[in-house]
């Protein structure tokens, strides 16, 4: 959402709306053509467009939405059923396509749509104390689905989650209560520093290679050997609302769910190479 929110303020920043077409049914009616952008920031996950009129365009991407900006050159596909929201200026315009949420208020409002999210983990107002105390607050709950509750830090996703247990050597399943208070803040640290390191890229690395295939650890690489000690990387669901997660059984320190047969993500069982990576751990 940063580096979206970025190229969103750096396209619209001190230019007024000459096209605001919201494609959402609460929003049908509103007017923002002749507003001007005073900025474009994220929250977490969350984006919130100020304008000088005081009100505040707020989206949420979920999972398949996407902000696209393009300079004004032809016509883009406005008509596509996909496009919830159009805003142009003279240069630029803005596609938001499949939406999770959108909503206009007051900024001085903007507190109801995001006033209860944690610390966020790219803002100017981090506090990492207070993302510690947060997930320390509810000690049954796995770190895994810990991390991820917006309502704990905001900002994190699967992709760093895993990637920053992998690297603190826990296990995404290990109960919060169970991790010492100084495991808990380097975990939390490390998913800043992680998250601060790829905030300019759009080709994030965890490992610190640019090499295609090597950017991460474990996310993405289920059924293909650990980096570090050659274990098979499995994939699981981490908890019942269908989010997985990827980890080295071997490298985290557990629980972790029962072994069940791994192979390289997006392959078939037909193919010989598969055959060949496809490990059943007993």
Known sequence: ??????????????????????????????????????????FGKHILHRLDSGRTLHSHLKMEGRWRVAPREGRSRWGD?????????????????????????ATRDEHTLVGHLG?????????????????AATPEAVIGAALLDQRNLAGLGTVYVAET???????PWKPVGEISPERLAGTVARAHTLL???KDTYARTIT????????????????????????TIEVAPLD??????????????????????????????QGPETRRSYRTRR
């Open 165 to 171: 247990l992998f690297l603190q050597r826990l296990s």
């Open 240 to 269: 019942d609302t269908g989010r997985v997660v990827f980890y080295c059984r071997a490298c985290q320190d557990g629980p972790f769910p029962a072994l069940r047969p791994q192979r390289p993500l997006g392959s078939t069982p």
């Open 81 to 105: 059923p996909a496009v919830r929201a159009v805003l142009a200026t003279d240069a630029y315009v803005a596609l938001g396509t499949r939406l999770g949420m959108l909503d206009l208020v």
């Open 1 to 42: 959402m940063f580096q979206t929110a970025r190229r969103l303020h750096s396209a619209l920043n001190g230019r007024e709306l000459i096209i605001a077409d919201l494609r959402w049914p609460s929003l049908a009616t509103a007017d923002l053509i002749g507003d001007t952008t005073i900025e474009v920031v994220a």
């Open 196 to 198: 601060n390191a790829n």
């Open 208 to 231: 610190g290679s640019r090499v295609e295939g090597q950017h991460d650890y474990v996310h993405g690489r289920s059924g293909l050997p650990c980096r570090r000690c050659g274990t």
């Open 119 to 135: 610390p966020d983990v790219l803002g100017p107002a981090w506090d990492a104390d207070r993302a510690v105390s947060n997930l």
